[in-house]
């Protein structure tokens, strides 16, 4: 086990605290919240939802969308199966691709319907679902062991020299999953923290004179020492 993994995950919950992932609605309330995760079925499928809503977009926008959802008492299998694509699709306007995800979101709820059990592989099938979304619906939703691997992802553990940003997603998901504790708790918290640093700290132009990870980075050490040799 690679050691450099719970070091970075310590690290970085030191910086940015827990985060309390997946926000859900809590009951008598429209807007999600970051209340530690699903806790009826409900919310579960919000999170599936959610986790739909959110491809390609910021989750600010998806959060809107389910916000709107839930105005009109539609953020259910039931209630979006009854209602009509067209419908649906003003309805989550602020996700973006609202007419693609609105088509995606019936497929989710006609498979919520038809089974009692989710599963990584059921939910691999779906048109639309792909690796991220179906990890993010069974580690955020069901509590199954599956890590998250997204573009921030990529991006810092490229720059850490973990992983091969271009390495298939399987490569990188499996590469987390030997090195940390099989435990949801820090699957969790561990792809929320990286999420929270990437948009804050590790961005496309990084901010390294910030970040507590600079020590460990490559990239930060690579680009010093070029730095110090010009001035030599």
Known sequence: MDGRFLKVYELLRRAHGPRRWWPVTPPGETKPLYTGGPRSDLQRFEVAAGAILTQNTAWTNAARAIENLNRLGAISPGAIGRMDVQSLALA????????????????????FRANRKMTREGLLA????????ADSIMLYGFKAP????????????????????????EE???????????????????????VEHGKLV???????EKCLLKKLCLMYLERKETKQGRIG
């Open 92 to 111: 989550i306007r602020s996700a973006g691709y609202f007419n693609q995800k609105a088509k995606r979101l019936k497929t989710i709820a006609a498979h």
């Open 126 to 133: 779906l048109d639309g679902v792909g690796p991220e979304t």
């Open 146 to 169: 599956f890590f998250v691997v997204d573009a921030y992802t990529r991006r810092l553990f490229g720059r850490l020299d973990l992983v091969d940003p271009s390495a298939s997603y």
């Open 172 to 194: 990188i998901r499996e590469r987390f999953e030997r090195n940390l504790p099989r435990r949801v708790f820090v699957y969790k918290e561990y792809h929320a923290l990286i």
């Open 202 to 208: 590790c961005r496309k132009a990084p901010l390294c």
